[in-house]
Every structure is written in C-alpha cells, then in structure tokens.
C-alpha cells in the first residue's frame, strides 16, 4: 500500500535537538550520573553542577543569545528534562529544572532589560541560582490563598510573610516569589542576603533528598520597586503562566524517566533467573512489564503534542494537565512495578531502584497535585 | 514529488473530507442504527452507496476504481483513516465493521497480494459495493494462534480442494466473495498457509450466522467448506506465503483498529458528558458533582493519550516505518480505554444506562469487542513483551 513514498513528520525533533541530545546526555552520564548515590546518601549536591550546566550552555537553551541563552525552541527544554532523567538523582534533575523551568521563564518573559542584566544572564551562566517561592505553610495547590504580604513604604515594597517546600531555597542566590498586596499579587526578585530574609531549616524528605527544600522566613523584608517582575498587580496570572511550562517540561522528565527504570528492569529481568528461566519467560511478569511499556509511549506521546502546542505558541491548558496528570502516575505506577520485579534487591538500600520509588513519588504532588489536575481538567471540559 | 505531511497531520485537504464523511455518517447511517441493530442486519444498499460516495476506494489506485492520485497514495491513506474515525459516528460498530472488512481486509488483500488479473477483476466491483467481501482465518479451534488453522486445500487438477471450517468472520453470513486462508501442505506452523479467493455460490460451501453481543448487524457469520472447488488462478500470491501476507496487513489492522476505538471513546464520552450535565441528582447535574469531575478527567486523559499514542502510529504507517510494536500497543490500549469509557458512560446514565431503550448499552456492548477482535489484548501485550526480550 504505502509504497509510495511520503515525506511524514513522524517527531517534534530535528537533526539539531537530536545533536543536543548527544551532548546532554554525554555530559549527564559522564559527570552527573556517577555521584547519583553519594549525592542523595549526603542529602546535598554541590553548586559545581549548576556553573558547570552553565559553562556548556545547558541552563539557557531557549533563553535569547542577548543574555546568553541558546536561542532555541522550546523542544529544547524538553531535550533537556529527557536527558537529566539519566542523571538517576531525581534530586539534581529538579534542582535544574526549577532553575530553568520554573523560577526564570518568568524573568525572560515579564522582566526589565536590567532585571534581565541582573537575574537571568547570571542564571544562564549558572553563577547565580534561583528559587521561585509561592507554596506557603497555609497555601499550597491553592495558590490564591497565599498570605505573604508586600506592603508599599514610599517606592519600596516591604514583605513579610513564609514559605514552603522551595526547592533550592538553602543554595539559591534569590527568590522569584509571590506576594499578596493590596492591589492584587505582585511577583518580586528578592535577593536572599536581603536583611530579614532567612533560611528557617532545611526540610527532611522522602524522597529527592540530595535536593535542598527550604523554608523561607521573610521578616520586613525591603525590596525596591525595580524588583517588581511584570505588571503590579498581575503576580497570580504571572505565576499560572509559569506553571503551565513547568508542568509539562517536568512531565516529559518523568516519562523519561520512567523509560529509563523500565529499560533497567527488562535487563534486570532477562538476567536474573527464576525457577530455572529468566524472569522475563514468566508471562505475568513479562506482560506487567509490556503493559508499563505501552502506557510510557502513550504518555510521551501525549507530552509531545502538548509541547507541539506550546512551541507553535498556544497555551494548551488541558494538554498540560493532562500530560501531567500522565506522566505523574505512570512515573510513581512505573517505580512501583520495577522495584516488584526486582524483588528484595528492590527493597534494599543497596540498590537504586528504591530511590527512583521514592523520589517519582513525588510525581503526583509536586507541580500541582494529581487531584488540582484532575480539578483542572474537569473544569475545562465542564464538569 | 513526494507528498508532505505534518507532525499534525490532517490539514484542509482532510478536514474537507471530514465534513464530507461526517455529513454522510450523521444522515445516512446514524439516523437507522437503532432500527438496523433491532433487526441484526443493514440493507446491501449501504454498501452500494458507501461505494459510490468512493469511501472504499480512498486509498486505492484509479485504475482499480479507486481515489487515490498516483504519488499521492499517502494522503489516501490519510483520508482512509479520516473515514475509519468518522465511522463511529454511526453509532453502530456492526455497520463499521462491515465496512471495514471490506475496506481495510477483503480489498486490501486482494490489492495488496493479488495479481493484476485479480485485481483487475475483483476490485472495481469491491470498491463501488457491488460485491461484498470478508476475511475467513480464524477458525473454532485458532483463534489468534493463526498458525494452527486446520482448513485444507488440497491440490486437485487445475485448483484446490477446500475442506475446514471457519468462525467469527464479519460479513461472512453475506458475503460474495472470501479470502479463505488454507493449508497447503501440512506445516508445521507458520510454513504452508496459503490464501484463496472463494466466491459464494461454489458448491460445498455453506454457512450460518452467529449471533453476537455487540457489532449486532456485522453479518458475522460461520463457513464450511466441504471439498470446495477453488481455480488455482484464484491463489493470492505465492503458495505457502499466507502468514506472511496476513502478518503484513497486521499493521494497519490494527491502526484502523485503534482509530476507531478512539473516535468511539470520544463519542461516547461526549454523550456521557452531555447526559451527566443535563441530569440533576440532590439538586445539581450529576456532573458538577466531584467525584464524577474527577472520573471524567481521568477518563478525558485516558482517551487523549490513546487518541496521541495512535497517531503516532499512522505517522510512523504513513512514512513507511515499521511499526508492528507500536501498533500493538495502540490498539490495546486504545481498545481497552475505549471500553473503560464506554463502561463509564453506562455507569453515569445509572439505570437509563442498562436500559435497552438507550444506546449506551449498544456501545458499551460494541466497545468489548475491541479488547478481543483482531488479536486480543494478550497477543498485543505478548507482541509487546517479545520486543522487550528480544
């Protein structure tokens, strides 16, 4: 039938990402990949891996060349979440992505020019790091609750106020963070050293451990007005905006993740024998995993459409939360299956694939929580 | 020059064809499927028509009587798979399945392995719906298992002897014309299959319709044929090449397969959406409740990941990669949400939904066949899983 030849867009990809890819991956696998262990066994990595990201450009793939960035498409960055899931430390993989895809879009998108001089060259550079500081002890998926307060003193805002579960928050130089005001939300850059703005503890977690997760005190904290990011009054659209990259750039790492984990585990399970053949001749098993396999490419399949949508310059709200809503699952649902397979070894400290468990649980929280999506989703097709 | 298409696929070419589908679906099946789905069968006439309208021949040569312009074959294939998603829109999986069995089996067979003298003789009539045609392989004791099929064709003077029995054919209780696949010699497994074009009045052949769950107006039927004389000239292709020919088509079987299931699964969702927000229950539609906002978002999710998975697919189809991993998948698994949905559907309609007098139950009753027609959802899982251990 189709003898004839066509000439079909069979991927989101071109030549050029698929070079990217290689040079990602080389550098993730020779440099990141092996400290995995030690990193989340010392509950820290070092800042190192950040101005070295920086040095090979990794930390501004689609940011302009102006600023220092790699002037690429948004595909880029999903490269880049794929490729970090080789790292095998959700932990490192996070901590790049919230300062790529999380805390600086917003500056490229809504700051100043000097804003951009100040907060995103240095980021891209990797010599300064970011954090983005919206959940608080009270507010988490429920963003419009937060109680952090900026207070207008002259031309200075003052802000008082906590938040929670920051990723990066110990290491960051400053904070892309939303405050309450009189008028509205505002989106602030706040430098961490600011007089009044501490870090209360480090928080303990199950998971993702080598990733610092801060709680921030702000005590009258004085910025100046050239801090506000984007329009006054405009921080909670600011910050959807933000989220909606976020979500899907993380969703594309955890599919890839979870292809990695099932890719280990068919090798894993073509070795290791049972009742005298390997593991993958027992049928359960066998299609346990074909089923994971089947539902990963689905998955991916919807990430890259999501992402064909975004790159083209819509703003896919449903496709997003539904890829997220995905891959989320999967990637704990994926996690769960392979440390079965692997049996006691999967239970022992020894082995990674407790890691993988405990950090993709995170999947389904992080990001905006399997229920908010499903509240998402649901609302847009009008239920 | 090559055709071009895009990572999105259809374009205004096939959003023109579409409405065109569409319209033809809306009012000239839709509109009967209750009646037809009562009396287990559709009128010969609709097959007339659809070929008329030259819904079979999409992705086929003008010569044969087809649509296709030559070079541009894939963009056949494009408006094929247009067709296939608009046929749910009928409402009823039988008329569906007929249509595909002589869109997307007995033709392609016959185009795809047939020799221009057969083509030439079997096909003009096949696409205009004049004759109508089925698939015979699986048999009472080889189901998905193809290689254990036991019919016979015995070598004879100037043919073959057919001598088996086959079931669970589509169209087979009306067909006028079958691809039969037979032994020809005694094996063992993929060795020795061989496929012959069977033509109803034959002496020897007889058959019987099986009735069925779903798929009510399928004209599934029951063959036998006892020393059915075959001319060899009706041999498809080479003798003892029959698996390979049948494993060939598996692909787009299977496409088409998923590409139904997921037009089905939106349809039926969207009725079940539509339902749910109409009907209030302790005083708000059954909808707005939360537990239901939340089913339905896992459900929408569901459905828009088989929907991506599939057309994946039909790319990897159309750019002439193999993909037989791929299509197991999708049909799997877009077979399985489609039924997930349909289910779901049945379930928000609460007791209207187990009512006969509602069309829920006809494609919650369709929808089941998908896990099981075409290969099950096990043989895509087992194909699945020999590429992982491969």
């Given at each position: 039938m189709v003898e004839v030849e066509a000439r079909v867009?069979?991927?989101?990809?071109?030549p050029e990402h698929e070079a990217l890819r290689q040079s990602l991956r080389s550098f993730v696998e020779k440099e990141l990949a092996p400290h995995a262990t030690e990193w989340d066994e010392a509950g820290d990595f070092p800042d190192w891996v950040f101005r070295r990201m920086g040095e090979l450009g990794f930390l501004g793939l689609h940011y302009p060349v102006e600023y220092g960035g790699q002037g690429g498409d948004y595909f880029c960055e999903i490269v880049l979440a794929e490729e970090m899931a080789r790292c095998e430390s959700g932990s490192v993989a996070m901590a790049v992505e919230v300062h790529t895809d999380m805390a600086t879009p917003p500056i490229e998108r809504f700051g100043t020019r000097e804003q951009k001089e100040e907060y995103l060259a240095p980021a891209i550079r990797g010599e300064k790091i970011s954090c983005l500081g919206i959940t608080e002890p009270g507010a988490g998926s429920d963003?419009?609750?937060?109680?952090?307060f900026a207070r207008r003193d002259g031309s200075d805002w003052v802000i008082t106020g906590r938040k929670i579960f920051i990723t990066n928050g110990v290491r960051a130089d400053f904070c892309t963070l939303l405050a309450r005001t009189e008028q509205g939300f505002n989106v602030f850059l706040v430098d961490k050293g600011l007089p009044g703005f501490t870090v209360a503890r480090k928080l303990e977690k199950?998971?993702?451990?080598a990733s610092d997760t801060a709680e921030l005190v702000l005590d009258e904290v004085r910025v100046p007005a050239s801090k506000v990011l984007g329009e006054e009054g405009k921080g909670f659209y600011h910050i959807m905006w933000e989220l909606q990259g976020e979500r899907l750039v993380g969703s594309a790492g955890m599919v890839a993740g979870a292809q990695i984990l099932l890719d280990r585990t068919v090798a894993y399970a073509r070795e290791r024998k049972a009742f005298g053949v390997p593991l993958i001749r027992h049928q359960a098993l066998a299609h346990r995993l074909a089923d994971l396999a089947i539902r990963i490419e689905a998955s991916r399949q919807l990430v890259y459409w999501a992402a064909w949508l975004v790159n083209k310059g819509e703003y896919p709200v449903r496709e997003i939360s539904m890829a997220k809503l995905s891959a989320g699952r999967l990637s704990f649902e994926v996690a769960d299956a392979c440390l079965q397979v692997f049996g006691a070894y999967g239970y022992s400290m020894e082995f990674p694939v407790q890691r993988a468990w405990r950090d993709a649980r995170l999947s389904r929280i992080g990001g905006g929580t399997d229920e908010i999506m499903r509240e998402v989703i649901g609302k847009l097709e009008g239920f | 020059m090559a055709v071009e298409i895009p990572y999105e696929l259809f374009g205004e070419e096939e959003e023109e064809f579409r409405r065109a589908a569409r319209a033809f679906v809306e009012k000239e099946l839709a509109p009967h499927a209750e009646e037809w789905e009562r009396a287990e069968a559709f009128p010969r006439e609709v097959m007339r028509r659809v070929g008329e309208l030259g819904f079979f021949g999409l992705k086929y040569p003008e010569k044969y009587g087809g649509q296709a312009e030559e070079g541009r074959e894939a963009k056949g294939i494009l408006a094929d798979a247009v067709l296939t998603e608009e046929l749910a829109g009928a409402g009823s999986g039988g008329v569906a399945a007929s249509i595909g069995a002589q869109k997307d089996l007995f033709t392609l067979y016959l185009y795809r392995f047939g020799s221009e003298e057969q083509r030439q003789r079997w096909l003009p009539p096949a696409l205009a719906g004049e004759i109508i045609g089925a698939l015979a392989v699986t048999e009472p004791e080889a189901g998905s298992d193809v290689a254990a099929i036991k019919t016979r064709a015995e070598r004879v003077e100037g043919g073959y002897l057919l001598r088996g029995t086959k079931v669970f054919i589509t169209n087979g209780a009306w067909a006028d014309a079958v691809v039969v696949a037979a032994r020809t010699?005694?094996?063992?497994?993929?060795?020795?299959i061989s496929l012959f074009l069977l033509e109803a009045g034959t002496p020897g052949f007889s058959r019987r319709r099986i009735r069925t769950?779903?798929?009510?107006?399928?004209?599934?039927g029951e063959l036998v044929f006892e020393d059915c004389f075959v001319p060899e000239e009706n041999l498809i292709g080479e003798e003892g090449r029959g698996f390979y020919y049948l494993v060939e088509n598996f692909v787009w079987e299977r496409l088409v397969m998923a590409l139904g299931a997921v037009a089905g699964a939106e349809r039926v969702y969207r009725s079940a959406k539509e339902y749910s927000l109409t009907r209030e229950a302790f005083g708000r539609?059954?909808?707005?409740?939360q537990s239901w906002r939340h089913r339905f978002a896992d459900l929408v999710t569901a459905i828009e990941e088989a929907k991506r998975l599939t057309y994946h697919v039909l790319r990897l189809y159309l750019a002439g990669q193999p993909c037989l991993k791929e299509a197991a998948m999708a049909k799997a698994y877009a077979t399985e949400v489609a039924f997930l949905a349909a289910d779901e559907a049945l379930q928000v309609h609460g007791g209207y939904g187990y009512m006969m007098e509602y069309p829920v139950q006809r494609a919650w009753r369709d929808a089941r066949l998908g896990p099981i027609g075409g290969g099950t959802s096990e043989i895509m899982r087992e194909i699945v899983a020999r590429s992982l251990s491969a």
């Open positions: 867009d069979t991927t989101v990809f071109t963003v419009q609750r937060i109680s952090t199950v998971g993702m451990r | 010699s005694p094996g063992p497994g993929h060795e020795g769950l779903g798929w009510r107006t399928s004209q599934t539609p059954v909808g707005k409740f």
